[in-house]
C-alpha cells in the first residue's frame, strides 16, 4: 500500500530558528514529490516539486532535499517567521495518483 | 486572474441530508479534482473531473458523486450524509488532465458540519 508519512506530527519554534520536516513514503513507482504549505482555513499552496533526479531545491527560505534510494524527503525552513505558522504536507505521485501525508503542523512563537 | 473558488465557504446539515458544493477552476484549467480533509489529517482523493467525465475515484462509496459542466466547473454531491462525513472538502484544479508533473491549485474548501 502507497503510504506517505510525516515527522513530527507537530513543532514549536522562536522566530528566527531553522527546523527540518521529514517525509518518508513508499509509493511506487515514484513521478514526483511535492511540499505544500496550508494556512488555517484555507486551501494547501505548492511549495517546491521534486522529481527522481533532483536532489535539492530552493524557494526562498524554504528547501527541500529528495533521497530517491532511500525514499526520504525534507523540507528545510531558515530563519522562521510568525506567517510560517502552518501545515505543511507532503505530497507523492507514482502511477497517475497523489498520496497526501498527514501533514506537520509548524507554530512559530514570537 | 481568478483562483479556484468553492462555495458555501461553511455548511452544517443534519444525518441523511443531501449536500452539494460547487467549485470553479482556476481561468485556463480544465480538470477538477475533489478531496476531504479531516480535521489533523492531510486531504483524502475522492474523485477527478476531465472532459465531464470521471477519470479517477478515491476509496470513497457511492453516496459521493459528482459532476463537471461544460464550463469545467464541478459539483460534489453527498447523499444520506453520516456524521463522520464532517471535513473540509478542498476542490483543487489543473491542466489537460495530465496527471504527471501536475501542479494543483486548490480552493479555500467548504467545511460541512453534520450533526
Known amino acids: 500500500k502507497n503510504q506517505v508519512e510525516q515527522s513530527p506530527q507537530s513543532l514549536i519554534i522562536l522566530e528566527g530558528k531553522n527546523c527540518t520536516l521529514q517525509?518518508?513514503?513508499?509509493?511506487?513507482?515514484?513521478?514526483?514529490l511535492r511540499w505544500y504549505k496550508q494556512d488555517t482555513g484555507r486551501g494547501p499552496v505548492s511549495l517546491t516539486i521534486?522529481?527522481?533526479?533532483?536532489n535539492t531545491k530552493s524557494n526562498g527560505r524554504y528547501t527541500a532535499t529528495l533521497d530517491a534510494d532511500t525514499k526520504q524527503s525534507s523540507l528545510h525552513i531558515t530563519a522562521s517567521q510568525l506567517s510560517d505558522s502552518a501545515s505543511y504536507i507532503c505530497?507523492?505521485?507514482?502511477?497517475?495518483?497523489?498520496?497526501f501525508g498527514d501533514g506537520t503542523t509548524l507554530t512559530v512563537k514570537p | 486572474d481568478a483562483g479556484v473558488t468553492q462555495s458555501p465557504t461553511h455548511l452544517i446539515k443534519t444525518r441523511g441530508q443531501q449536500v452539494t458544493l460547487r467549485c470553479s477552476p482556476k481561468s485556463g484549467h480544465d480538470t477538477v479534482s475533489w478531496y476531504q480533509q479531516a480535521l489533523g489529517q492531510g486531504p483524502q482523493f475522492i474523485f477527478q473531473?476531465?472532459?465531464?467525465?470521471?477519470?479517477q475515484r478515491g476509496n470513497f462509496p457511492d453516496r459521493f458523486s459528482g459532476h463537471q459542466f461544460p464550463n469545467y466547473s464541478s459539483e460534489l454531491n453527498v447523499n444520506a450524509l453520516l456524521l463522520g462525513d464532517s471535513a473540509l472538502y478542498l476542490c483543487a484544479s489543473s491542466l489537460g488532465g495530465r496527471t504527471t508533473n501536475e501542479k494543483l491549485f486548490f480552493g479555500s474548501g467548504t467545511q460541512l458540519s453534520v450533526l
Open positions: 521534486m522529481t527522481f533526479s533532483e
Open positions: 517525509c518518508n513514503y513508499t509509493v511506487s513507482p515514484f513521478s514526483n
Open positions: 473531473y476531465y472532459e465531464e467525465e470521471e477519470r
Open positions: 505530497v507523492v505521485m507514482g502511477a497517475g495518483k497523489s498520496t
